[in-house]
């Protein structure tokens, strides 16, 4: 456990024991933070929003000061600090605020990484944030724009400040800045230490430096105010003196003014009269400091939480939903054959089976929630890297989501993540055009990107769009007959955007480090086939792109209606059912190539026979299809004639193409009550069918 | 035993805090910011209140002064934890009838010691 030396007498505190919880509270504060930061509207920031942003910062501040992580709490300090002022409007709100302090939520979660897992390597620097932040919160705007991350974290900044901060060595630290002490020895030749005041001349914005008097002939003594921390003035200073030969000392800590409590005098419940006086034989001293201490057992800690959660193995959740498939086969099975019993005779057998009917439902609902997540938690990373990337090029993205509340598998959420990122990278570096280029176009200036999640039929389908440039046809197929591939001009539009897929091929005319090197839309659909799912792209050139991901719910349990053609029972997932009824003779019309149309309420709609498309024998002649189905996909309609409608319940779908292959207009199988397996219909393969 | 509300919208502040006056022998009421203090005040015996100054719905100082509208809380010492000891946090926890203040972050023992120098 970590060493925390506590000064005054009475037990000793481990306070290692709250770390954990800490994390946990900084994590979720960060994020909220984040959240808060990247919703807020800079023109008309409520007291609310502000309020609540300076809170998050404000309580992490208040834990890491209290638990021991002073780099932490430095940070946040500082976010706060700026925080503040915004909250009191004492300063206008700019997007480069926004940007310093989301920068510094991710360093602050760098940072408590670190401490939570003990690392020892060298932290990340946050010399330049807390410059940053401090500069922004006197009322400066930076000189130069925010650059892209620098790979090599430099040990000071360089930057010219616009208004040199006047040297006040005797006052006490301006907010922002660090008072300290800094005694350099025993070295031969004292002039060494020159060159550390003429670093502080040179590379302006480090701070100021005085010469304080040394009592012993070997060592120097400085005055120093600055925001760097102490291991970047450390490296600052190896060029010129040995590590071992610097010693910095803490005049104060950021919040050390005045006592550190004290009672109002005449207050109810005080002790004593006299302000900061009233403590008896406890002198004032400050705030308790700390060297940061290290986690090095997270068992203990963790072990005394109380936990929620419960970790399991992914295959053990598998192996109870293959075998609440069973049971819901099984109890089907079970009803169908009760169905012919006397209920006068069988009664509690009757009411037994109605029981295990509605518990099998229960359990499989149960289990089946086990591993699904809603989409939400794949959107949230969108709203930040967006803004991140849109930034890096220049570009004015908003992003909207939809269906964030639709439910998907654990295990596709987890492998689906990769590919989206990729894909919403794409729209905005190839999508979405510059502003100036989009106002020319006659377009807001701002782009929109849409994701999207919906249950169509069988399949959880994932959109990707944007309202951008569109892909261009003559530039994909000269890259392509550049790269030697075999394309022609009369090569439909779906064809040639599927080049895109080829391994290498990218349009961009240049690299950039968000997206073109040409790994991967070859690469997202190499890993969304492996899910068995497909990807679709549609494009009109100067409106937009749309991506459509398909994914099939292998373990889906679906709501169904069955229908009868023939001797078979054919499944059409509910959520794709609009409506059905009798058909009447007159309203159907046979067009070109016996294709047929039927008028549903003066719209028409193409007709699908099931019989014909499944190539159903039928043996008994007296029955025959004249019930249709109305069903919908992508906002296009069919209507499929059957011959009876047979009802609703809930099938637990079996993926063809795993056990099987693809076979067309076919998402997937059931077993039904009595056994038999009943194909599950792919809506919107018949719907395209029907459409060419 | 003595019972202490101890008021913080942070979980481990609260549970430091709790830990702390726990392993003093005191009872600890937790609630999560100022409005959850006014209820549980209005239910438990409290012989001393710690709060957080900044809280969400209601902060410290605002606590204070709702408190000692109620003549059940007009003389139960009330200490605010606060991370600033400005003037202005002085004065506004004055008028609001705040007994003394205690700057975060602290050491455990000291606010033992604090807490001893008004109940005993």
Redesign the interface.
């Given at each position: 456990m970590a060493d925390i030396h506590?000064?005054?007498?009475?037990?000793d505190?481990d306070?290692s024991?709250?770390y954990q919880?800490?994390f946990e509270?900084a994590a979720e504060n960060l994020d909220q933070m984040e959240h808060m930061l990247l919703d807020l509207d800079l023109q008309e920031a409520n007291d609310e929003e502000l309020n609540?942003i300076f809170?998050c910062a404000?309580?992490i501040?208040?834990?890491a000061?209290?638990?021991g992580f002073a780099d932490v709490?430095e940070l946040t300090h500082q976010m706060e600090s700026l925080l503040d002022r915004l909250r009191r409007h004492e300063i206008q709100p700019i997007p480069q605020m926004v940007d310093v302090l989301l920068e510094s939520a991710d360093i602050s979660r760098v940072l408590l990484a670190r401490h939570q897992s003990g690392a020892q390597d060298e932290p990340p620097s946050t010399a330049d944030l807390v410059r940053r932040i401090s500069e922004l919160a006197s009322g400066q705007v930076p000189a130069e724009p925010v650059k892209p991350a620098a790979p090599a974290a430099t040990p000071a900044p360089v930057q010219p400040q616009p208004a040199e901060a006047a040297p006040a060595p005797a006052a006490p630290a301006r907010p922002g800045m660090r008072a300290l002490q800094i005694r350099i020895g025993p070295i031969e030749r004292l002039e060494q230490a020159d060159a550390i005041k003429e670093l502080f001349r040179d590379i302006a914005g480090l701070g100021t430096i005085t010469d304080l008097p040394s009592s012993e002939p070997n060592m120097r003594l400085f005055a120093v105010e600055t925001s760097s921390t102490d291991n970047d003035l450390l490296d600052l200073f190896a060029f010129h003196v040995a590590k071992e030969q610097v010693q910095i000392h803490e005049n104060g800590a950021p919040?050390a003014?005045?006592?550190?409590?004290?009672?109002?005098p005449d207050?109810?419940?005080?002790?004593g009269s006299k302000?900061g006086n009233?403590?008896?034989a406890?002198e004032p001293t400050s705030?308790?400091t700390r060297i940061a201490p290290k986690v090095e057992s997270k068992g203990g800690s963790q072990a005394q939480m109380e936990s929620n959660t419960i970790r399991v193995s992914v295959s053990k959740v598998d192996q109870l939903i293959n075998l609440v498939g069973e049971l819901v086969i099984t109890q089907a099975m079970l009803a169908q054959n009760s169905l012919g019993l006397d209920p006068a005779t069988y009664q509690q057998l009757i009411s037994g089976l109605a029981d295990l009917d509605r518990n099998t439902r229960d359990l499989q609902e149960s289990v089946m929630s086990i591993r699904m997540i809603p989409m939400s938690i794949v959107f949230s990373r969108f709203p930040r890297m967006l803004r991140d990337v849109a930034n890096k090029l220049g570009k004015k993205v908003e992003l909207v989501t939809l269906g964030e509340a639709t439910e998907l598998d654990k295990g596709l959420v987890e492998k689906i993540t990769d590919p989206l990122t990729h894909l919403v990278r794409n729209s905005v570096d190839h999508g979405i055009e510059m502003p100036q280029d989009r106002l020319a176009a006659g377009k807001s200036e701002h782009g929109t990107i849409t994701l999207s999640a919906s249950h169509q039929g069988g399949s959880i389908v994932i959109e990707v769009r944007d309202d951008g440039r569109g892909l261009s046809r003559e530039k994909i197929l000269k890259k392509a007959r550049e790269r030697g591939l075999d394309v022609s001009d009369q090569m439909s539009d779906q064809d040639v955007w599927q080049i895109i897929f080829a391994p290498g091929f990218s349009t961009a005319d240049t690299v950039t480090d968000v997206s073109g090197r040409g790994v991967g839309m070859d690469v997202v659909k190499r890993n969304i086939a492996s899910l068995n799912g497909t990807v679709e792209i549609d494009s009109s050139e100067g409106y937009g792109t749309r991506v459509s991901v398909r994914l099939p719910l292998t373990l889906a349990i679906m709501d169904g209606m069955s229908v009868g053609v023939g001797d078979e029972v054919y499944i059409l997932p509910l959520s794709s059912v609009v409506e059905s009824f009798q058909v009447n003779p007159d309203d159907v019309n046979t067009v070109a190539q016996g294709s047929q149309l039927v008028r549903v309420r003066e719209e028409y709609m193409p007709v699908i026979a099931l019989e014909k498309v499944f190539e159903v024998p039928r043996f008994d002649m007296d029955k025959s299809s004249t019930i249709m189905v109305v069903v919908e996909e992508d906002g296009n309609r069919v209507a499929l004639l059957v011959d009876e409608l047979l009802g609703q319940h809930q099938v637990v779908v079996k993926n063809l193409e795993s056990n099987y292959r693809k076979v067309p207009n076919v998402s997937g199988a059931t077993i039904l009550g009595d056994g038999r397996v009943a194909l599950i219909l792919d809506i919107g393969g018949l719907v395209r069918r029907a459409r060419h | 035993m003595q019972s202490i509300l101890a008021v913080d919208d942070s979980p481990s502040m609260r549970k430091m805090v709790s830990f702390t006056l726990t392993g003093a022998g005191y009872q600890v009421v937790e609630a999560v910011d100022g409005q959850d203090a006014l209820e549980k005040a209005q239910t438990q015996n409290i012989d001393l209140v710690l709060a957080d100054q900044n809280m969400p719905r209601l902060d410290g100082i605002g606590l204070t002064r709702k408190l000692r509208e109620d003549p059940r809380f007009k003389t139960v010492p009330i200490l605010i934890l606060t991370t600033e000891s400005s003037d202005q946090m002085k004065q506004a926890g004055k008028a609001a009838g705040a007994t003394g203040w205690l700057v975060k972050p602290f050491d455990p023992n000291r606010l033992i010691e604090v807490i001893k120098k008004v109940i005993r």
């Open positions: 506590q000064e005054g007498a009475g037990a505190f306070l024991q709250f919880i800490f509270e609540g809170r404000h309580s501040k208040g834990g000061a209290t638990f709490a919040p003014q005045g006592e550190s409590f004290g009672f109002f207050a109810p419940g005080a002790p302000p009233a403590l008896g406890i705030p308790v | -």
